[in-house]
């Protein structure tokens, strides 16, 4: 069943078209990654779907309803930008927000206090968020998202700011979410961990909606002609080879795809003694070579 499904949303600001025809269908009870490169439309997506713009046409529906007002309280929404003020206490953000949802101030005080001590912020009820570090600012974000349990999460770049235990801990929480039934709209360029926790995937590019589906599904449309090695040396050379496609060089790693998956063993004999290996194995594209072709692939357009 799908909880949200967008039905050709149009935006425009002045000469520029953010958004065109733009449908999507969000599972429920799944992890949804909302990807594209800067200016793709991601962000006019997220703010037409929380009403905080409208769309020049087309609508928005929850659970076969159209949206309504009333039906933002089952939203949790984590900006990109931060929405806290920089004023309030820490004690005061939780109480402003969790009763902006409906919550009752019991219940805000213990599901904070909760949370708060999860992300190793219990000793900071009475600082004011202009006292909070980046990383602890994005963590107190997190929480207010989360803290009125709500059954679709909104998150727009969620990592950023933090360092890798609480990328960590907000992938944990994240993934247990999910778990417990709530439907998570995720957008965010670290491909690494979006391939680890999403379910299905779209693409925007453009405005326009360039892949959607099954990430799994996904992957497969590109075939197994990929392959991936960790090695040390200078790997310059692999990209010139006639029968290579394309490589993604990390350092340490590359992917390779090859013009077909048979030429395997003529690759390996032409690396081995020339780089040192330590693995070589056949595998399906990474999200970020995916998301690298798809972008190319629309500025060719």
């Given at each position: 069943?799908?909880?949200?499904?967008?039905?050709k949303?149009?935006?425009?600001y002045?000469?520029?078209t953010?958004?065109k025809?733009?449908?999507?269908?969000v599972p429920?009870?799944?992890?949804?990654?909302?990807?594209?490169?800067?200016?793709?439309g991601k962000?006019?997506?997220?703010?037409?779907?929380?009403?905080i713009?409208?769309?020049?046409?087309?609508?928005?529906?929850?659970?076969?309803r159209t949206?309504?007002?009333?039906?933002?309280?089952?939203?949790?929404?984590l900006p990109e930008?931060?929405?806290l003020?920089r004023?309030l206490?820490?004690?005061?953000?939780?109480?402003?927000?969790?009763?902006?949802?409906?919550?009752k101030?019991?219940?805000i005080?213990s599901?904070g206090?909760?949370?708060?001590?999860?992300?190793?912020l219990a000793?900071?009820?009475?600082?004011?968020?202009?006292?909070?570090?980046?990383?602890?600012?994005?963590?107190?974000?997190?929480?207010?998202?989360i803290?009125h349990?709500?059954?679709?999460l909104?998150?727009?770049?969620?990592?950023s700011?933090?360092?890798p235990l609480?990328?960590e801990l907000v992938?944990?929480i994240i993934?247990?979410?999910?778990r417990e039934?709530?439907?998570i709209i995720?957008?965010?360029h670290?491909?690494?961990?979006?391939?680890r926790?999403?379910d299905t995937v779209?693409m925007i590019?453009?405005?326009?909606k360039?892949?959607?589906?099954?990430?799994?599904?996904?992957?497969a449309?590109?075939?197994?002609r990929?392959?991936k090695?960790?090695y040390?040396?200078?790997?310059?050379f692999?990209?010139?080879l006639d029968y290579?496609?394309?490589?993604k060089?990390y350092?340490?790693e590359?992917?390779?795809e090859?013009?077909d998956?048979d030429?395997k063993?003529?690759?390996?004999?032409?690396?081995?003694?020339?780089i040192?290996?330590s693995s070589?194995?056949v595998?399906?594209?990474s999200?970020?070579?995916i998301?690298?072709h798809k972008?190319?692939?629309?500025?060719r357009q």
């Amino acid at each position: 069943m799908h909880l949200l499904i967008t039905e050709k949303i149009t935006k425009k600001y002045a000469c520029h078209t953010a958004l065109k025809d733009l449908s999507i269908s969000v599972p429920g009870q799944s992890i949804y990654g909302l990807l594209g490169p800067n200016g793709a439309g991601k962000t006019s997506l997220i703010r037409i779907i929380n009403q905080i713009i409208a769309p020049d046409s087309g609508n928005i529906r929850i659970l076969g309803r159209t949206f309504s007002e009333k039906m933002k309280n089952r939203f949790g929404y984590l900006p990109e930008e931060r929405g806290l003020y920089r004023k309030l206490k820490v004690s005061e953000v939780l109480s402003f927000f969790g009763e902006l949802k409906g919550m009752k101030q019991d219940d805000i005080k213990s599901k904070g206090a909760e949370l708060l001590l999860r992300f190793d912020l219990a000793g900071y009820m009475d600082k004011k968020v202009e006292e909070l570090s980046k990383g602890m600012a994005q963590k107190l974000q997190f929480i207010i998202t989360i803290l009125h349990s709500p059954e679709l999460l909104i998150l727009d770049e969620p990592f950023s700011g933090l360092d890798p235990l609480n990328i960590e801990l907000v992938k944990d929480i994240i993934l247990e979410k999910k778990r417990e039934g709530i439907t998570i709209i995720f957008s965010t360029h670290l491909m690494e961990y979006a391939e680890r926790i999403v379910d299905t995937v779209v693409m925007i590019n453009k405005g326009k909606k360039v892949l959607d589906g099954n990430l799994q599904n996904v992957k497969a449309t590109y075939g197994t002609r990929f392959i991936k090695i960790s090695y040390d040396g200078d790997s310059g050379f692999v990209s010139t080879l006639d029968y290579v496609k394309n490589v993604k060089d990390y350092g340490k790693e590359m992917e390779i795809e090859l013009d077909d998956i048979d030429l395997k063993d003529r690759l390996l004999k032409d690396i081995v003694g020339k780089i040192s290996l330590s693995s070589f194995r056949v595998t399906e594209p990474s999200l970020n070579n995916i998301f690298m072709h798809k972008v190319n692939e629309g500025e060719r357009q």
